[in-house]
């Protein structure tokens, strides 16, 4: 519903700004048509294709910790793919449905949304020899 609304609304704003200028070098049914499949069709088709891929994200995400690395498959981005070494970890938190993984070798923080991530953390904490309180 939220995407009906939001293309409603871009066309209403910038159909008749855009056709206005697609008129100064297109016929004026070219410009039209160009205007409507435009804010009509590819807008609403790129808008889904995004909402669609983020739910593919939250479904299809693996984490899997093992005692040498760190596998992580369909987090931040559904094709995505991954693996950090353990020795390469600097520090591994979890917030609000998060795990953060901040490496030595680079200063690049990886954010993986994972909703079980608190215990992934629990894990790799118990693996080092760590206990946290929480």
Not at 90 to 108: E, G, M, P
Request: net charge positive; proline share 4%; charged share 15%.
């Amino acid at each position: 519903m939220g995407i009906i609304i939001l293309t409603f609304i871009i066309f209403t704003l910038l159909a008749n700004p855009t056709e206005g200028a697609l008129i100064s070098f297109l016929p004026v049914w070219a410009a039209h048509l160009l205007t409507n499949l435009l804010y009509l069709g590819l807008l609403p088709l790129a808008a889904l294709t995004w909402v669609a891929e983020d739910v593919v994200c939250t479904y299809t995400g693996e984490f899997i910790l093992t005692d040498q690395r760190i596998w992580v498959r369909g987090s931040p981005f559904s094709w995505s793919q991954s693996e950090t070494p353990l020795e390469n970890i600097a520090s591994l938190t979890w917030r609000r449905d998060a795990i953060f993984i901040k490496q030595k070798s680079s200063k690049k923080l990886q954010v993986h949304m994972f909703p079980d991530g608190k215990l992934i953390v629990k894990a790799y904490d118990q693996f080092l020899g760590r206990s946290k309180t929480n």
